[in-house]
DNA sequence: TAAACATATGAATATTTGTTCATATGTGGA
DNA sequence: TCCACATATGAACAAATATTCATATGTTTA
């Protein structure tokens, strides 16, 4: 086999770098667990604390991740802050990932 | 909202932990990298080397997790191992996660 | 306006993880 | 059989990351 072809085949490397970064913010069960939530209802800070079963500070951390990503979007309601999917792709990529996993 | 309704919705512990766990080996350039290799040929690991331009061991390293994973399979051909995608699945998914950072 | 509440943030810590270096293992050819 | 080659592996190290703790920020309501 010559590498040099093979290295033509390869997407760019920004993308690669990406993509990877991409699937970092999918690897972590609290962020997925997060996600899952968000798919049925938008959901407020606290309320996600108490479904996860987790702190406060915890949780929105994750969720700084998951909104930096734009993964997430938020709106204020009073003193909170409710948090809601901002792309129904990644609804699509999760659950191919889960038919994985259930092969 | 009632968040004892909302835990309903959420996958198993399990499941979740093992989506999470399948996404941290996307998580990671050099393993899409091997990934994206092995879509177009079957590697030895020193060809893998040279398309990667990285030591035999970091490169060795990864493909275990890879194969840990089942991601990747192996067979020995003289002095070297060729490597291959074990599941064409793969590919379906890396394409998604393409698609959503091409948006 | 003061107090209570909801969320965000920064520092510290512990854990995980990717690469390197050194070396072990195993196979084919001379 | 001995050597050269290809790959695997283990320990060490550095970098990245998730959670906790303490506290800051900002908003509502009494």
Redesign the pocket.
């Known amino acids: 086999m010559n590498t040099e072809t093979a290295k033509k085949f390869l997407p760019e490397e920004t993308s690669l770098y990406d993509l990877a970064e991409l699937y ?1 913010i999918f ?2 069960s ?1 962020r997925i667990k997060i996600l899952y939530a968000l798919f049925e209802f938008d959901l ?3 309320e996600l604390c108490e479904i996860l079963n ?5 949780v ?6 998951l909104k930096n990503a734009k993964l997430v979007k ?1 709106r ?1 309601l ?4 409710i948090y809601s999917l901002a792309d129904s792709h990644v609804k699509t990529i999760l659950d191919q990932g889960m038919e994985h996993i259930n092969e």
Chains 1, 2 share one sequence.
């Open positions: 970092k690897g972590d609290t407020s800070v606290g987790m702190t406060q500070s915890a929105s951390h994750q969720l700084r991740v938020y204020k009073g003193k909170s802050v």
